[in-house]
């Protein structure tokens, strides 16, 4: 088999490094004063800056740490609700998916 067809089956960029974790990522990103995504993304094609990512929506909404574009660019901060008890600690899209699913057994059950 020719190097040219290896190279071809091989999964991901060999230059992808170590991605910080979404704090400290986001205190880096947040230094920097982007106004948008786009400013942020030329800057790191053209920095690469050890840690960031070119696309940090999919490198942290995998790993269950993504809130949104303006809090990454430390454009805002999150204004954390009183904690409830009887909520679980759970990332905000299961807590959609559990409400949901409670909604339609409620629904279910009055039926």
Avoid at 6 to 15: F, H, L, M
Avoid at 86 to 108: D, E, G, Q
Wanted: proline content about 6%; charged content about 30%; hydrophobic content about 40%.
């Amino acid at each position: 088999m020719s190097a040219v067809v290896e190279e071809k089956r091989r999964v991901g960029n060999p230059e992808w490094n170590y991605v910080l974790p979404y704090d400290e990522a986001r205190r880096i990103v947040k230094n920097q004063k982007f106004k948008t995504m786009k400013e942020y993304i030329e800057w790191v094609n053209i920095e690469k800056p050890y840690g960031l990512s070119k696309n940090p929506y999919q490198i942290y909404t995998r790993r269950g740490e993504w809130i949104s574009t303006a809090h990454y660019l430390g454009k805002i901060e999150v204004v954390k609700v009183a904690e409830d008890v009887n909520v679980p600690a759970m990332p905000p899209h299961k807590l959609f998916k559990l409400k949901s699913i409670s909604n339609t057994l409620r629904m279910i059950w009055i039926a």
